[in-house]
């Protein structure tokens, strides 16, 4: 009792680790953390002071609960401090906003599923105190089993903390868009967004449930505390509308502005879009470093339609930019020094320029053949992200080697397989015991969302092994300089990964000290759906900190790349390596390549656009806006940032 009052004793305050400064844009008390991590250990300490706080006063503590993306790493922090700080859940009890209808409760992508995976089975909660919408009743119940559930929530005396995630609808539970502000729990129809949203995970929008079971929008209104918690770039322009724009049903979440004890819990990036973060000068005085005034400026140039050069005084001070401008001096001498800079980092030589002064060039001219090392999370991310600047690497003499960290065979479907099976079988290549016929019943009798066999599993790996050897070929790689990783963390056969682990890194750092490389290449692309290039890219920083004492490891600069689901901004750029017509094509073909990836990409995330499409249009986009900055003309550009590490 004594080691819990005196955790109590430092009950938290957000703003201790996540600055919150109101602005007149912003209608909701918000909090932004660094990452997602810490944002959620924070809000799990938050409801671990509640569970024990009600303890001791012999009361029960009524949760409620969400699924999905966001609340994981809160769940696996509650779990933790179950197992090793004793925090018990006995006097919990939980009732979760919603659940896909029909679902039974044993399918995988059901919430059922999901509460128990991530959180009931690791705890001491009675399992008399769970409560979740049941997506089994029939229809004919369905009304009154709504009525009940809601008036259970009430007989245990309401919420006291609501966890809740955001959906790119605005949506919170399954409150869609045209939700009412008094709704109660109730069935729904999901909207489009949310199903397409679902649809990597039920392998599909059509096996998406077009309905759900959802807590109202007074049900969740009713609790005493409430957190939202949105994590990630996806969510960067739901979470502005949220926090600055006016309350509406078009976005049931801004309900939640009139809710006296609500907070939103943000990472960086998804708050990313909010005034005071995307255009601080708009929100007050700013002290202003190299980085803010680029990003002003450049933002001053699209506002104002100009190029850098042409911004005059008064674009400055109507803009939010007189401090700016005060400590300058004019105008004239920020246009050019933010020109010059955007300038240099310009190069067609991404691996440097062998006997030209670097002074003002984005890499080094020494050595003049650098040892080249790209790590690519799945096998396509190199052509689709820097292909451009992949060829240009090895045609200006740099030995390239790529590292494919995963084996990205999830995305592979199932016809795509049975073809290449059918066609090895075909051709009378059925040895192993009959291998050939075993995937082919495999992939036959498979049910809807279940894993595939090993065999399956391996053939899906090999055909994208095969794919990326055709396109590294194509860009004169020898076969030697290729990689597969293999990754563990990648390798469960489902959407759901396995946390990175040492063998991971252990992987990264071998192939890091074998190549022992001048540049790294690796994906800085963090937005894409199911966050393997994040945890890639976790692997990465890992393996570079175990390394940095390295005598070799002080020559090693690192690049990151975007493209596949986002692109750098434009202020955020130090190398931007053009493109001409003829390398577009050129990197577009590379792409075609990875034939398992084009004609109806199977994870997609909220982009409908194939891989090409997407590059192209990024990378033209980004040429564009050089362009209209004042630069140079291009068909097509790649962008980098340079990473310190
Ligand atoms: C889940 C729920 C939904 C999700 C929302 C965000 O119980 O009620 O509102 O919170 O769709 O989902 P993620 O967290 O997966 O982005």
């Not at 004239?332 to 002064?357: C, E, R, S």
């Amino acid at each position: 009792m004594e080691a819990k009052l005196s955790n109590l004793s430092k009950s938290i305050t957000y703003e201790e680790s996540g600055k919150f400064e109101e602005t007149r844009f912003e209608k909701k008390h918000n909090v932004i953390f660094q990452n997602s991590k810490d944002g959620s250990i924070k809000v799990a300490k938050e409801i671990a002071d509640l569970i024990i706080r009600k303890d001791l006063n012999d009361e029960k503590c009524v949760l409620g609960l969400a699924t999905g993306s966001s609340p994981i790493k809160v769940y696996e922090e509650l779990v933790r401090m179950h197992k090793e700080e004793n925090l018990s859940f006995q006097n919990v009890v939980t009732f979760n906003l919603d659940e896909y209808f029909p679902m039974t409760k044993e399918n995988i992508q059901s919430y059922h599923y999901f509460m128990h995976e991530h959180l009931f089975n690791h705890i001491d909660i009675l399992p008399e105190n769970i409560h979740i919408p049941d997506g089994t009743v029939s229809v004919d119940e369905l009304h009154q089993y709504c009525i009940d559930y809601e008036n259970k929530i009430g007989e245990e005396g309401g919420i006291d903390l609501q966890l809740l995630g955001i959906g790119r609808t605005g949506h919170i539970g399954f409150n869609e868009p045209g939700s009412h502000f008094n709704s109660e729990t109730r069935s729904i129809i999901l909207d489009y967004i949310t199903r397409f949203d679902a649809a990597t995970s039920f392998l599909g929008i059509d096996n998406v449930p077009k309905k759900a079971i959802t807590m109202g929008i007074k049900t969740v209104r009713k609790a005493k505390r409430i957190i939202l918690l949105a994590w990630g770039q996806n969510k960067a322009s739901i979470i502005k509308e949220t926090i600055e724009g006016d309350i509406s049903s078009k976005v049931p979440a801004t309900y939640l502005q009139q809710h006296n004890n609500a907070t939103f819990i943000l990472d960086l990036e998804a708050a990313s879009e909010l005034t005071r973060i995307k255009t601080p000068w708009l929100v007050g005085p700013c002290s202003w470093d190299e980085k803010l005034k680029s990003k002003a400026i450049i933002w001053l140039c699209q506002k104002t339609g100009k190029s850098i050069l042409k911004l005059i005084d008064e674009d400055y001070n109507d803009h939010g930019m007189s401090g700016l401008l005060a400590e300058e001096g004019s105008s004239y001498n920020l246009n050019i020094k933010m020109f010059n800079k955007v300038q240099h980092t310009i190069t067609g030589w991404p691996g440097g320029k062998p006997n030209a002064d670097d002074t003002y060039r984005p890499e080094r001219a020494f050595p003049a053949k650098k040892r080249v090392l790209i790590f690519s999370p799945h096998p396509d991310d190199d052509v689709i992200s820097m292909g451009g600047t992949f060829d240009r690497l090895v045609e200006q003499g740099h030995e390239v080697h790529v590292a494919y960290q995963t084996s990205g065979n999830i995305a592979v479907s199932n016809h795509e397989a049975l073809k290449f099976a059918e066609v090895t079988k075909g051709m009378g290549c059925n040895n192993d015991n009959g291998l050939m016929k075993k995937i082919i019943d495999d992939i036959v009798s498979k049910k809807d969302n279940s894993i595939d066999s090993v065999d399956v599993r391996r053939l899906k790996g090999k055909i994208r092994q095969c794919e990326s050897f055709a396109a590294t070929r194509y860009l004169g790689v020898p076969d030697e300089h290729v990689h597969f990783l293999n990754l563990p963390f990648y390798e469960t056969g489902s959407i759901k990964k396995n946390p990175l682990g040492e063998a991971d890194i252990n992987l990264m750092c071998a192939i890091i000290e074998k190549i022992k490389p001048h540049q790294i290449y690796a994906a800085g692309d963090l937005a894409d759906p199911h966050g393997t290039h994040r945890v890639s890219l976790d692997a990465l920083f890992e393996a570079l900190k175990i390394l940095k004492p390295k005598p070799y490891m002080r020559d090693c600069w690192l690049w990151l790349y975007r493209g596949a689901w986002q692109e750098w901004d434009i202020d955020e750029i130090d190398m931007a390596v053009p493109m001409s017509p003829d390398q577009v094509l050129k990197k577009r073909k590379a792409i075609f390549f990875h034939q398992s990836q084009k004609d109806g990409v199977m994870f997609q995330g909220n982009d409908i656009r194939e891989f090409w499409m997407r590059a192209e249009d990024r990378n033209n986009k980004t040429a564009v806006k050089y362009k209209e900055l004042g630069l140079a003309d291009y068909a097509a550009m790649e962008a980098f940032v340079k990473w310190e590490y």
